[in-house]
C-alpha cells in the first residue's frame, strides 16, 4: 500500500501542471479535433484569453502532453497542435471524468 506522501507527491505534481480551468479543456479541445490551429481553439474553448491560451499551452507543450507543428515553410507560419503520447495515455482519465461530470455535476 501506498503511503499518503508517495500519493500526494503524484496528485501535486498533476495539480501544478493541470491547476486552472484551461488545460483540460485544452487538451479535450484538441484530442477531439486531431490537429487544431491555435485561432480555431480559441474559438473552440469559451471565454479564453490569448495570453491564457498561449501560456496553457506553453506548459502543456513543455511538459510533453502537447506537440506543435509548423505549417508551411514561409512567414507567417501557421500551427497545429496535437497531443502527443504522453497526452493521449491521460484519455481514460479524461473520459471518467466527463462521464462522472455529466453524471454527477
Known amino acids: 500500500m501506498q503511503s499518503t506522501d508517495e ?11 493541470f491547476s486552472g ?22 474559438q473552440e474553448i469559451t471565454g ?3 495570453i491564457m491560451l498561449t501560456r496553457s499551452l506553453e506548459t502543456l507543450i513543455s511538459e510533453d502532453f502537447v506537440s506543435k507543428k509548423r505549417l508551411g515553410s514561409k512567414p507567417p507560419f501557421r ?11 491521460l484519455l481514460p482519465l479524461m473520459h471518467s471524468l466527463n462521464d462522472w461530470g455529466k453524471i454527477n455535476l
Open 48 to 50: 479564453i484569453t490569448n
Open 79 to 89: 500551427s497545429e497542435y496535437y497531443l502527443t503520447a504522453k497526452g493521449k495515455s
Open 21 to 42: 480551468k484551461w488545460k483540460l479543456n485544452i487538451l479535450w479541445t484538441i484530442y477531439n479535433e486531431d490537429g487544431i490551429r491555435f485561432n480555431q481553439l480559441k
Open 7 to 17: 500519493w500526494s507527491c503524484g496528485v501535486s505534481k498533476v495539480m501544478d501542471i
